[in-house]
């Protein structure tokens, strides 16, 4: 037996063998699973990559950093317009923060730092978590650092507690209907951006709505989960939990400050209770929003730079091939012409 042709892999072994006599010649294909010792000393190559499909690749990728060096201008336009909303957010909400809005980071809660109360969730009474992200992606990890925080309070937090989850934006929905879905109650997507007050208030009525003790028993908070803006470079995953008003009793909410008709004392909390909420919520969109376009900017710069760097060495790999294939022609010429003298 005479192997003319083999045709190698590690798993799939073809080989055309060649039998001879019997008054003529038949080939037979095999096709065989055998380990690599009985391969007989065959090597197994590697094939190299043209000049051609380097250039197309060099072609590619300067394309592709085109598109992230646009991308990264469009996010640094838009930070300044996100950051000018979230300087008026804060002068807007400063009212909140007589009300005793908790705010902490997600790493604090999940890791005890947090020493004012064992729970983040009120036991015994329903929590609402608003979970805000964007509906976009090819922004870092500022959707999956609020997906996982979530994910850390309830596994930490909430197995005994009343829990709901409503979430803003595609990329937080995606995410969290895989990791707590039996939780998930309401998702709001494709919202246009920039996020308004209007959409707040929508959000805030909705959320007080469906949560009434009519409906889903006693509200006992609603926490508002975002990414709180540090730095074009950094932000930090946080929640904010906003408690109900109490109307009377122990905790009564503006116990010291006197109402014109008392028996709309309980109407007038509530409508405090979600301009507050509302408020908050806004607050909580445009920090989420610089997040978002800074970490997007900071995205786009270093895919761009690694863009770059993977120009350059598929660059020098052409220059090598080109100079490999001139090296080889001229010898071909050169042992040609040699023949013939």
Known sequence: VEGERGLFNRRLLHTYCQFKGGGGCHVVKMLSFLPRSLLNGAVQTRAFATEKEIAMRISATKNIKKITSSMKMVSASKLRGDQTRLDAAKAFGTWTSTLGT???????IVH????EEKSVFVG?????????????GLCGGVNSAIARGIRGLLGKYGDSEDVSVVVVGEKGRSQLRRMVAPRMYAAATDVAAPLSFAFASELAEKVLTDFSAEKEGTLGAVHVAYNKFKSAIAYVPSVATVTPFAAAGRGETLATFEFEQPEAKETVLHNLFEYYLATELYYGMMEAATSEQSSRM????????????????????????????????????????????
């Open 124 to 136: 015994g009474k329903k929590n609402v978590v608003i979970a805000l992200t964007s509906d976009k």
């Open 112 to 115: 005890g730092l947090v020493e």
């Open 102 to 108: 908790k705010v902490a980071s997600f790493e604090d």
């Open 298 to 341: 900071q995205a786009m710069e270093n895919a761009s730079k690694n863009a770059g760097e993977l120009i350059d060495k598929l660059t020098l790999l052409y220059n090598r091939a080109r100079q490999a294939r001139i090296t080889t022609e001229l010898i071909e010429i050169i042992s040609g012409a040699s023949a013939l003298d």
